[in-house]
């Protein structure tokens, strides 16, 4: 039946007198129907299917396998007389690291395991370069079998490329996306590393002065294992100071009280407004129609349209440790699509008894079925029953996640297939970036945070201090080129190198770092 669906679809995007009367939407659906076929392997003959079927299981089995094992393979690193080898840790965590340890009969000595927050700490804060090399190696640290399920997982994932007539696995992967090819992709990524090294340079200056003026070594090179200590030491100043005194790591304690929930969906429905002529509105829910208390109902309300959509919001942590997603995300309940008249007769539409009027709408030729989008966070609750408040981050990601939402919203797609995020992936993340992008606003963020116990809205002048704070801090360009270097060796690892009897993932990744990492 599927091979049936898709010789059809292929006659009819290859008869010219056919595919010149479709609209743009039905190619695009017919294409990516064609796509998902090929890729899942129909139409193959039984014997090459049967390995398709393989290969599938077979990656599926690795990447469980992998991900088990992806934590550093070090469990731990002892550091002796920590007093002084962990100087600049906070001393209770230090002598709580050696209380620990001294239960296991070792005494003057700490230690920091690679997966607690403490050892991110040691990168920070520890005064000895000694110290935080040792972590550092440590929490890079991968073992054989570690690198043996990536390279078997890759190796497979060519093979099963090569099944479907594809040099790669990138091929495969990016042929319908907008990027469409590796070759696009890898020199996009090589265009921006070149462009972009200058200005990870200049971080890097500032990083090496700042570790030769503490060390009072005039030839001391900055190392990868330095990165977070001496960014603390940077005012948030653009001419960025090199005062190497220790200071506290800049937090957004002091904007917490002027993000509440409620202010930061008012800041949302303004800017919606603003933009697309649209309005968040509270709405009521009815007995059983949401999974949890604390969920709320938006609706979503266009200017001249009305209703265009339902927003189900479930942003708290469960009270008493009860479990819910744990991560922020936008969840579809159902897309937005085109329900035609012909549908509604088959399906005796009008006497469908679970049929919601509110979540549809009469159209030129049929219904229109309105979007139905859950958003999650774990946001943490309120002491004390007062009003909920967020962090910058927090705002950050909501503003992220409504993104999305919106794209969903905004979608006015006859056929569910294209509907809102259910675009090319290298599409995907540029609405909710673009929404989030409002958040380094000053003066967009002066028009919504208020203190949730005075009304005073936030001061321009403090949010502009704020952000600058924030921008400098993280050092942007260095961090933006390893973001650069991730994807370029993911391109690599998913080149044709993946199956030539040469594969060696250590090896492209020491290549490419020698290539595009600024660090020595």
Not at 303 to 311: C, L, N
Request: charged fraction near 25%.
């Amino acid at each position: 039946m599927k091979s049936d669906s898709q010789k059809a679809l292929k006659r009819v995007t290859n008869y010219p007198a056919i595919s010149q009367s479709l609209s743009h939407e039905e190619r695009a659906v017919a294409s990516a129907l064609i796509n998902d076929f090929e890729k899942s392997g129909v139409g193959m003959p039984q014997s090459t299917r049967a390995r398709f079927v393989d290969l599938n299981d077979k990656i599926l089995a690795l990447g469980q396998a992998f991900t088990e094992v992806s934590h550093p393979y070090v469990d731990h690193v002892e550091f002796d007389d920590p007093v002084k080898s962990l100087e600049g840790l906070p001393p209770p965590h230090i002598q709580h690291l050696m209380n620990n340890t001294k239960k296991k009969g070792k005494s003057n000595v700490a230690a920091v395991r690679t997966g607690s927050p403490l050892a991110y700490s040691v990168l920070r804060l520890a005064q000895r370069e000694e110290s935080r090399r040792a972590m550092y190696v440590a929490l890079n640290s991968g073992s054989p079998r570690q690198l043996g399920l990536l390279e078997e997982m890759l190796r497979t994932r060519g093979e099963l490329a090569n099944l479907l007539g594809k040099e790669s696995y990138g091929e495969m992967t990016l042929g319908d996306k907008m990027v469409q090819s590796p070759e696009h992709a890898m020199r996009f990524l090589e265009s921006a590393a070149k462009s972009h090294r200058p200005l990870a340079e200049s971080d890097l200056s500032i990083l090496q002065n700042l570790k030769r003026r503490h060390t009072n070594n005039p030839s001391a090179q900055v190392e990868a294992w330095d990165q977070y200590f001496y960014t603390r030491f940077v005012s948030p100043s653009p001419s960025h100071s090199t005062d190497t005194s220790p200071s506290e790591p800049l937090t957004t304690s002091s904007l917490r009280p002027y993000f509440t929930i409620g202010n930061t969906f008012k800041g949302l429905s303004t800017l919606f407004q603003s933009l697309y002529g649209i309005r968040l509105e509270p709405s009521t829910t009815l007995l059983g129609e949401t999974w949890h208390s604390e969920v709320r109902k938006l609706d979503v309300v266009h200017e001249t349209e009305g209703k265009i959509g339902t927003i189900y919001c479930d942003l708290l942590q469960r009270e008493d440790g009860g479990r819910k997603y744990d991560s922020a995300a936008h969840f579809t309940v159902r897309c937005s699509r085109l329900v035609t008249r012909e549908e509604m007769r088959e399906r005796r539409w009008e006497g469908d008894g679970f049929r919601n009027k509110e979540a549809e709408k009469v159209v030129e030729g049929g219904v229109k079925q309105l979007p139905v989008i859950v958003l999650v966070t774990d946001f943490v609750r309120s002491q004390g029953g007062g009003a909920t408040l967020l962090s910058f981050e927090d705002v950050k990601t909501l503003f992220h996640e409504m993104g999305h939402a919106m794209h969903s919203m905004l979608a006015r797609t006859d056929y569910q297939h294209i509907a809102g995020t259910r675009v090319q992936m290298d599409f995907v993340e540029v609405p909710s970036v673009f929404t989030e992008h409002f958040t380094s606003s000053p003066s967009f963020l002066a028009t919504f945070a208020r203190h949730h116990k005075t009304n005073e809205p936030a001061q321009i002048t403090h949010l502009k201090s704020f952000l600058s704070c924030q921008q400098s801090q993280t050092f942007k360009a260095l961090e933006l080129q390893n973001q650069i270097q991730m994807a370029l060796l993911d391109q690599l690892y998913h080149s044709s190198l993946a199956t030539s009897p040469s594969f060696s993932t250590t090896q492209i990744l020491k290549d490419l770092q020698n290539r595009v990492n600024v660090f020595p």
